[in-house]
């Protein structure tokens, strides 16, 4: 799978899963990020459910991944609500994070939105 191929991984992440590999959090962040580029919101939120269903838990690389998935998909306000589900885990953003999250804020026309969480 190369860069940004978020449909690579996902096959070799099957076949991870074949051979029996219990994926961690570091798996199902690299996962989610494999998804940045085409900006697969849906595919990226699937991952993160299923990471939860599978009582792994996610942590600020997690998070800032999802966030940068709603940003080049343009979705500034499920970039917000993963920046609040993050904060509500108890989680501090890190530098990344509020790249991140003011990066998809200022694309949907929402540049003060960050100072207001």
């Known amino acids: 799978a190369k860069a940004g191929d978020g449909f690579?991984?996902?096959?070799?992440v099957s076949r991870m899963k074949v051979?029996?590999?219990?994926?961690n959090v570091v798996v199902y962040t690299t996962w989610i990020a494999s998804?940045?580029?085409?900006?697969?919101?849906?595919?990226?939120?699937?991952?993160?459910?299923?990471?939860?269903?599978?009582?792994?838990k996610p942590n600020t690389k997690t998070y800032t991944s999802m966030i940068s998935v709603c940003d080049q998909a343009g979705k500034w306000d499920?970039?917000?609500?993963?920046?609040?589900?993050?904060?509500?885990?108890?989680?501090?953003?890190?530098?990344?994070?509020?790249?991140?999250?003011?990066?998809?804020?200022?694309?949907g026309g929402r540049g003060n939105d960050p100072w207001a969480l």
């Not at 690579?8 to 070799?12: E, K």
């Open 8 to 12: 690579g991984a996902d096959s070799v």
């Open 19 to 23: 051979a029996g590999v219990r994926l």
């Open 35 to 56: 998804h940045i580029e085409l900006g697969n919101v849906q595919r990226a939120n699937a991952i993160l459910q299923e990471m939860k269903s599978a009582g792994v």
């Open 78 to 107: 499920m970039a917000k609500g993963f920046f609040q589900e993050m904060k509500v885990a108890g989680l501090a953003a890190d530098e990344a994070t509020y790249h991140a999250f003011i990066s998809a804020c200022e694309k």
